[in-house]
């Protein structure tokens, strides 16, 4: 894929980033729920996104010498419905990720497997169904028909 054919599958992913996140926050049941999640980013970025969305930091990783953490934390479900309402797709653009795109939640008690694999069912549909997309609207010879060997039928 080249040009803005790429440039739409990035925004899927960036996408289904975001309805994976929502699904597993609907699955937690419990309005007080402490979730556990990771995220990653620069010193300062950690600082003033965990003191934002007020995260207890259980475990901060320095990535070699640089100034890139990865870190763990407990966040209340209020907390991180916010952090899920100020997310937006613009935000896992590799020129100016944020914080905020980096929150995945860890394992918990919260979210049973077959909800995880109902989770993981659907995000997979709502990539197939983008590609398929993306590939019937390409006017511009942007994407190889092989490129598009996969199992999305």
């Known amino acids: 894929m080249l040009g803005s054919a790429f440039d739409q599958y990035k925004n899927l992913e960036a996408q289904k980033s975001i309805i994976a996140l929502q699904l597993q926050l609907d699955a937690i049941e419990s309005p007080?729920?402490?979730i556990p999640i990771s995220f990653s980013g620069t010193k300062d970025g950690i600082i003033e996104?965990?003191?934002?969305?007020?995260?207890d930091i259980t475990k901060n990783?320095?990535?070699?010498?640089?100034?890139?953490?990865?870190?763990?934390?407990?966040?209340?479900?209020?907390y991180l419905n916010q952090i899920l309402e100020d997310l937006k797709a613009?935000?896992?653009n590799p020129l100016n990720r944020t914080v905020l795109s980096t929150v995945g939640l860890?394992?918990?008690?919260f979210?049973?497997?077959e909800e995880g694999r109902q989770i993981a069912y659907n995000t997979t549909d709502f990539m197939q169904s983008g590609i398929r997309q993306i590939v019937e609207?390409?006017?511009t010879g942007d994407i190889n028909a092989a490129e598009c060997?996969?199992?999305t039928g």
């Open 137 to 139: 609207n390409d006017k």
């Open 90 to 92: 613009t935000d896992s």
């Open 32 to 34: 007080s729920a402490t």
């Open 61 to 78: 990783n320095q990535i070699g010498n640089i100034d890139k953490y990865v870190v763990n934390g407990i966040v209340m479900k209020p």
């Open 106 to 109: 860890q394992p918990n008690s």
């Open 111 to 113: 979210i049973t497997q």
């Open 149 to 151: 060997r996969t199992s």
């Open 49 to 55: 996104f965990s003191s934002r969305y007020d995260i």
